[in-house]
């Protein structure tokens, strides 16, 4: 059988991760402690990394699928949505992790407000001096949001969604490419001609889909690979052409 990994704030909350994921009994299962790790840029501590497989008693045994469907597929499938009190945990956690990569950022002064609401949690980056540096399209900004989600993500798996924001940036941004959305359509009708709108991020697609998507005048899709997809605004499609 191959290994799973699991970790924890201590050896036992990692054994009893590893032992709920594969739904097995301590006795069942051999684990190797792989020791203490240092959290991303070493902030927030350690934290303790362990590896398990199922004996070789254990694979061969008759029961095994049996208790792996009761151990495991109930407990998914009941799993409680975090309530106000968790949700808020959740964000002080976060909040604290992106205040230490703003000082470290030299923006000690920049503080950091919290706010939560079914699932999702925004942090707004407020009271800077001067202007967060939230770099060309928001790059820096998404890099920053990518850090945090990850280490919430390893505390609270799956409980929360986390944006991090910065002088209404994101909302600003959502408004501009709204406007984008707007005229490249007009010209593609204007002209009945196909208008290329440049290389840009997944979400920021879906926010140019989403805006056109009750246009009957036009038609988009994403063209491209990896990084240099792009959206293209055609005309739409009459029947019988």
Known sequence: MNWRMAEGASFEEAVASLLKTM???KS???IENLGEQRKMFGLGGTYTKIRGRLKQEAVSGE???KIRAEKVVPTRASAPAPGDAEMAEIGEKAADFLR???KRMDVSDAKVNVSADKGEITLDITDSNRPFPIGNNGEVLDAIQ???GIYVGRLHEGKARITVDAGN?????IGKLKELAEKAANEATTKGKKVYLGTMKSAERKIIHAALQDNTNVQT???GEGDHRQVVV???TRQGQ
């Open 23 to 25: 739904g097995a009994d």
């Open 234 to 236: 055609s005309p739409a």
């Open 169 to 173: 940036y994101r909302e600003h941004r």
């Open 63 to 65: 029961t095994r699928p």
């Open 100 to 102: 230490e990569i703003i």
């Open 221 to 223: 899709k994403s063209q």
């Open 28 to 30: 069942e299962v051999e």
């Open 146 to 148: 990518t850090l945090v």
